[in-house]
């Protein structure tokens, strides 16, 4: 028998959610598992770049995104974003929800603080000098390599639990 309930508009929305939720879990999963990820996603990695003052991929494709956000508002990081993918599986384990409205400018602040030590590390550095997209791929520590495979999940899992998942 056909199911009609999924050419509701509800239905249709369902749908939507669940391919959503299965690409930012595997966009989760392919920037634990592949360092060429990290290489594009990793706000980590742009930090260790910025203190030798390097412009790396992250940081071209954090440029990328901000300014695509401008035109297309948050469809990266409803869609695609790994850190976002790990905020659906918190939501998985807990039903609490973030309040809305109440953490608002927490995004702000964050995004501030991270900015300025990027900016403050690349002066320190004598300003941007080399271009290399993929720095960090042959020459990472394993501290380093730790700091990027746990440092997101350090951030957003306590928050997660703490806050609540994102409202959606």
Known sequence: MLNLAIFTPEGCRMKRQTIRKVILFISFIL???????????????VIFAAAQGV???SLVMFLLLFLT???FGRTFCGWVCPGSG???LCALATTKKAPLGKYRKAKYIISGVW???ITLLAFNAGGFHTLDMFYGTGTSTLSQELIM????????VPAAFAIGTRAN
Do not use: R
Request: charged content about 5%; cysteine-free; aromatic content about 22%.
């Open 115 to 117: 900015l300025s030590v």
């Open 86 to 88: 790990l905020n659906e």
């Open 149 to 156: 495979f746990f440092g997101v999940i350090a951030l957003i």
């Open 55 to 57: 412009i790396n991929g």
């Open 31 to 45: 920037f634990q598992s592949f360092l060429l990820f990290h290489l594009f996603f990793s706000p980590v990695l």
């Open 69 to 71: 956000s401008l035109f």
